[in-house]
């Protein structure tokens, strides 16, 4: 005896489904995850962390046995994002005076000094440089990474305008360097 397959008598509830029905519910679903990363999402934040070196210049400025430099006029689109007065492993005794900048450009530029007497101070500060050419009171470095860098000794005291900006960038914050001057101004 074999048997028959006969109707239930029930419809099936999936043969009334269609393509149209299947693509209104993606877009439904990707809607509602659409809503959600809408609702959740969040603008990241510069990945620059801007400091202010003011309290740092005044503190090397009352501390430290020369002239601490600071550059004078630079608009606000240059960013300081470090500052440090400190002892470190290559100018120990003696203190080093550092601040970084992100430039307009978006390039790094620092302005280090010290009056150490270590010949490693120098080499840390150009990333290894070799000096290529002197240019006024300054000479200049060149790193195998690109950091460029100007270097002057002078009254037993070292000071670096480095960075991987351009040499008339790095030129021009050289040449805006002054006792007086603070950030801010």
Avoid: C
């Amino acid at each position: 005896m074999s048997q028959e397959l006969r109707p239930t008598g029930r419809p099936n509830a999936r043969l009334g489904q269609t393509v149209r029905d299947m693509v209104i519910s993606l877009v439904l679903v990707l809607g509602v995850i659409g809503a959600v990363l809408l609702l959740t999402m969040r603008p990241q934040p510069d990945p620059v962390r801007v400091v202010d070196p003011t309290p740092v210049v005044v503190q090397a400025r009352a501390e430290a046995d020369y002239p601490v430099l600071y550059p004078a006029k630079l608009d606000a689109s240059w960013r300081a994002t470090s500052a440090r007065w400190d002892i470190t492993d290559v100018t120990a005794p003696e203190a080093a005076f550092h601040v970084g900048f992100v430039t307009p450009a978006d390039d790094y530029a620092q302005i280090g000094q010290s009056a150490t007497a270590n010949e490693r101070y120098i080499q840390a500060q150009t990333d290894e440089g070799r000096p290529i050419d002197t240019v006024g009171q300054w000479q200049r470095f060149e790193s195998a990474d690109g950091t460029r860098s100007l270097v002057r000794v002078q009254d037993g005291v070292t000071s670096v305008v480095s960075g991987t900006a351009t040499w008339d960038v790095l030129t021009d914050l050289a040449e805006r360097l002054s006792p007086t001057a603070l950030p801010l101004q």
